[in-house]
């Protein structure tokens, strides 16, 4: 069964940074990649960054490349979100997803898995 354990977020300033993670668990790491997608109050939930596990490519949403930095750490089924220079528009829950494919991300299509998300507040 796999499973995806977000923590990391909370509280900051404008310009302020937070590094998200992501731990996996039931997954075969090569063949799965995970998305980082953001849910902004009222809104609906897109990707902002993906990353195989299989070869690190990786993708970025317009709105956060410059900003946003996705990394992996295989031995530790873990799979970070570098945040800098955070904006009041980043505001809303994160959530870590798993896939197979890694087009479905970059595309925000129905990722196969789900945490429960992680809340950031960006606020003065």
């Not at 956060?64 to 800098?84: C, H, P």
């Not at 991300?105 to 429960?116: A, H, L």
Request: glycine share 12%.
């Amino acid at each position: 069964q796999v499973q995806l354990v977000e923590s990391g977020g909370g509280l900051v300033q404008p310009g302020g940074s937070l590094r998200l993670s992501c731990t996996a668990s039931g997954l075969t790491p090569d063949k799965f990649t995970i998305g980082w997608f953001h849910q902004a109050p009222g809104q609906g939930r897109e990707a902002v960054s993906c990353v195989s596990l299989r070869d690190g490519t990786t993708h970025y949403a317009d709105s956060v490349k410059g900003r946003f930095t996705i990394s992996r750490d295989n031995a530790e089924n873990t799979v970070y979100l570098q945040m800098n220079s955070l904006r009041v528009e980043d505001t809303g829950v994160y959530y870590c997803t798993a896939d197979p494919l890694f087009r479905l991300c970059v595309y925000s299509g129905g990722m196969d898995y789900w945490g429960n998300g992680t809340q950031v507040t960006v606020s003065s």
